[in-house]
């Protein structure tokens, strides 16, 4: 009896066995909105039962039936690497169905509230205020262009919450999954970590997203560590919002003192930022295993090959800053952020994802063909250069708008630079030739589609057809290798526990604290004990209209938190009671070097781009331009010699030296929040101590200025000693202005920064100065 119930047992456990090795290898969890599958020693896969997708067994496990033909595909099995899935993927396409994965949207914010430039948006036919949608929905538009254009990659802007922004995520992959191929959505976005100056950080911090400083602010930190943990936590806040893409980072070497872009990039030394450019890179596209994995983002480092070399500062999203110039024959610097750092990764992703073209015409470069054409559309830049001379096989993907029509050099419009003249198919048909794969901007597929048809009449089908597949591969390989095609839903709960959580705002914090430089400290009158009297006097601001055209009215406004600094000092509002006073300004805003009423009373419309406060006249500027010549104008010289402009916040310069007359001889520290370099001559006298931030909390500053955290960045570009040598600088050349030098002898070069003992000097300064 006894020997019978073991054999019973036995067999027991051998029928259990039996049954379980012909059962499913995955396990099935339901979640809000949509069901997760577990594969042993495989992938979760995530999909809607709302859908339509059905899911095949294989093997005992599972993959989703993504164009619902009861067969498992190859693009549909998670066994098979990107490049296989992708080139299958690729051949079952159709032509509007490729056409439409080479969009990049206009951009989308969450709730879509529409602005005079990309026009009304609406839900059910009406404004969302109107509509009772939820922030999540999608919008008339998105369900347009993501149903008909086929259009699967999408820039979103400002969202309302992460919550919101993760459920908009699920609405719209739930939409495209069950569409077609079932091809899911990439989002993208610019950069989304800046800093709010008047929100205080404490050990319990959480928010919408972790604060940083802004990219030159990492940089000037001089350590590509912190450049990467940056890059690491970002990601994850991506990946939690929907985002699988980021536009970033801007990498241009900021050699042209003048451009209006210069605080998005990381200096003027190519190889700080090379070495900055790829800790980037690395950061947002390893995920913890140090691969491709769902924490992963594509980077998408721009602008190729270069776009810091604009003749006198102007910049490209205008036709007056169409053109990029050489004058030190030295493109070779401005390749080296991208084939030395964004193609020469440290992680096993190896190199950037994508590749994105600046608008400029890189004048004089394109020695094969001689075109002077935009970079999107120069083939020798795209094909010859960064395909074929440097191997880059990624993803290339224009700037916004390059194919939209314009009519002058001045307005916000296309930016179809050396190609104005043509069609907006005959646009894409040419950046195509050129070798680029997606256009941004653009959520309408049918002048692609043109485009395609004009390739067949010169080429043949079977030639554009493959052209089109080989985008098509480089396109959803960014798709594939970040998970989309597994599980593209988003649990709420986790994105609200994972954006902005205080681990990741502590993080930001600190390195809001290495991104502060300290230029001058005169007499150590920094730092300054917490408790003593402090003034701190109202910033004006004068009225502008930014290059969106939206005008901004001239008011007074407190240049900080006075609830952040009134916690560290006693602030007071006569100067005579203050022990120190605390002045914020910006850096000059020079202008854009275009002004239109010029060109009305005669001239040709170009003037000074100035890097300081006063009234500044250009006598040392070129007789003749390098570039020039549009549709638009019946000239080619670009020339301003001669001419005179005043910064618009020539206040700023008035505050610092009035605040000192005010104060006699105690101390005056002046915190300059810098966008670009400046001529310190007009101020530095007055200043006792001078602290230069690219981006950060209030908080931060006052942990500076009280001496609870030791200032240790270092300026990661030249401040000119006068606007002579920015004129006589080359625009493609680094580090080759006259720096300023301040009444205590301290030159304010590349690489300089002071801290408590005085002039830093230590293993970056050796490895960059």
């Known amino acids: 009896m006894k020997l019978t119930n073991i054999r019973y047992r036995l067999g027991s456990v051998v029928l259990v066995a039996l049954m379980a090795s012909c059962g499913p290898r995955f396990t099935e969890e339901k979640r809000d909105g949509f069901v997760l599958l577990h594969n042993e020693e495989g992938s979760t896969l995530g999909y809607s039962p709302n859908s339509g997708v059905a899911i095949l067994t294989v093997d005992r496990l599972a993959f989703k039936d993504l164009n619902q033909n009861g067969v498992l595909d ?135 997203i972790s604060m940083w400083p802004g990219t030159l602010g990492l940089a000037a930190s001089f350590d590509p560590d ?92 205008f036709g007056y800053g169409a053109y990029a110039v050489y004058p030190g024959n030295n493109l070779k610097d401005h390749l080296k952020p991208f084939t030395e750092g964004a193609f020469a990764l440290e992680g096993a992703t190896e190199k950037a994802a994508a590749v994105m073209p600046y608008y400029t015409i890189s004048y004089g470069q394109d020695t094969k063909n001689g075109e002077n054409v935009g970079n999107a559309y120069n083939k020798y830049l795209i094909t010859d250069l960064l395909r074929n001379t440097y191997g880059y096989d990624g993803v290339v993907c224009s700037d916004w708008a390059i194919t939209w029509e314009v009519s002058s050099v001045h307005e916000f419009q296309g930016k179809a630079w050396g190609v104005e003249n043509m069609s907006i198919a005959e646009r894409h048909y040419k950046a195509l030739e050129a070798g680029v794969d997606q256009f941004g901007g653009n959520n309408d597929m049918k002048p692609v589609v043109e485009a395609y048809q004009m390739g067949v009449e010169e080429h043949g089908e079977e030639y554009m057809r493959q052209r089109f597949e080989t985008s098509a591969v480089r396109l959803l390989k960014n798709l594939f290798r970040t998970g989309l095609f597994e599980n593209p839903y988003l649990d709420i709960s986790e994105t609200e526990s994972i954006v902005g959580n205080t681990q990741f705002m502590e993080a930001g914090y600190k390195a809001q604290l290495k991104s502060i430089v300290m230029l001058k400290n005169q007499e150590k009158t920094l730092p300054v004990n917490t408790g003593k009297k402090v003034y701190v006097p109202q910033r004006h601001v004068a009225a502008s209209t930014n290059w969106f055209g939206f005008d901004t009215p001239e008011r007074m406004e407190n240049t900080f938190s006075m609830e952040v600094v009134g916690k560290y000092f006693e602030v007071v509002d006569d100067p005579k009671e203050a022990d120190f006073a605390l002045v914020g300004i910006n850096s000059p805003d020079g202008g854009v070097g275009y002004d239109i009423t010029d060109k009305e009373k005669g001239g040709n419309g170009y003037v000074p781009i100035a890097l300081q406060y006063g009234s500044y006249t250009a006598k040392e500027a070129r007789e003749t331009s390098l570039a020039g010549g549009s549709p638009f104008e019946d000239f080619a010289n670009r020339s301003y010699k001669g001419k005179t402009t005043t910064a618009v916040n020539t206040t700023d310069m008035d505050l610092v030296r009035d605040t000192k007359e005010k104060m006699g001889n105690k101390p005056v520290i002046v915190v300059v929040k810098a966008s670009k370099p400046m001529v310190f001559s007009e101020i530095e006298s007055a200043a006792s101590a001078i602290l230069i931030n690219f981006g950060v909390q209030d908080q931060a500053l006052m942990d500076i200025i009280s001496g609870k955290m030791e200032p240790s960045a270092l300026l990661p570009f030249q401040m000119p000693k006068d606007m002579n040598t920015v004129e006589l600088q080359l625009e493609d050349v680094p580090r080759d202005m006259k720096p300023y030098s301040d009444s205590q002898g301290h030159t304010y070069d590349f690489g300089f920064g002071l801290n408590w003992n005085g002039v830093i000097a230590d293993e970056r300064t050796q490895k960059y100065k």
Do not use: C
């Open 226 to 317: 912190v450049m990467r943990e940056f890059g690491e936590i970002a990601s994850k806040e991506y990946r939690a919002l929907g985002i699988t893409t980021a536009l970033s980072p801007q990498i241009d070497l900021a050699t042209e003192p003048r451009w209006s872009r210069f605080d998005g990039t990381m200096g003027e030394d190519p190889v700080l930022a090379t070495d900055m450019a790829r800790a980037y890179v690395d950061g947002f596209q390893s995920s913890d295993g140090g691969g491709w994995g769902y924490q992963s983002v594509n980077a998408m480092v721009k602008h190729w090959p270069g776009g810091g070399p604009e003749e006198g500062g102007r910049d490209a999203h």
């Open 74 to 208: 190859p693009y549909e099995d998670w066994r098979l690497s990107e490049t296989e899935r992708a080139q299958d993927l690729a051949t079952k396409m159709s032509t509007e169905q490729i056409g439409g994965l080479m969009l990049y949207s206009a951009h989308q914010s969450l709730p879509g509230m529409g602005n005079p430039l990309f026009g009304p948006v609406t839900y059910n036919g009406k404004p969302f205020p109107e509509s009772g949608a939820a922030a999540s929905d999608l919008s008339d538009g998105q369900k347009k262009f993501l149903k008909q254009d086929n259009l699967r990659h999408v820039l979103i802007t400002s969202v309302e919450s992460p919550a919101v922004a993760a459920r908009w995520n699920n609405k719209a992959q739930e939409l495209v999954e069950g569409i077609g191929l079932g091809i899911p959505i990439n989002s993208s976005s610019d950069p989304r970590h800046g800093s709010d100056p008047i929100a205080e950080y404490n050990a319990g911090a959480g928010g919408k």
